[in-house]
């Protein structure tokens, strides 16, 4: 039985890098009432656009963990990395679409990060889900 410990490593660093920057842009809406790094901040049926975020790298970063601790089957985990992180995709994109005319209008300097952190976002989320298309490849090929 392969245990895939490189792919384990992955889902798990990169879902935790995205919790941890979706929980502190959360965090900084929750309690100061502001977006961080002075951005704009969407809403999502009212609700921050961020707290929909960290919910879904906070089940990618669960996720992770069942896989490291062989919890559930390598195929059910694969199939829940798979769509969350699509799911996760399609939503930051909804946002980071959006984004795009005034980066390229003002210029990386008009942002913190150099990008929209929705943009980051959906680079982190982009990232697990080919992540996942190529687990699930190896995995239909053994």
Known sequence: MKTYK??????????????????????????SKTCAFGETCPLFLGMPACYIGFILFLSLFLVSIMFILNKREVIVISKKLFYISLIGVIYSLYFAIPELPVLFKKGFSAYFFGLPTCVLGSIFFITIFIGAIIFKSKLAKS
């Open 6 to 31: 490189s792919f384990k490593y992955f889902f798990l660093v990169l879902s935790s890098m995205g919790v941890l920057f979706s929980g502190y842009m959360s965090g900084v809406k929750l309690f």
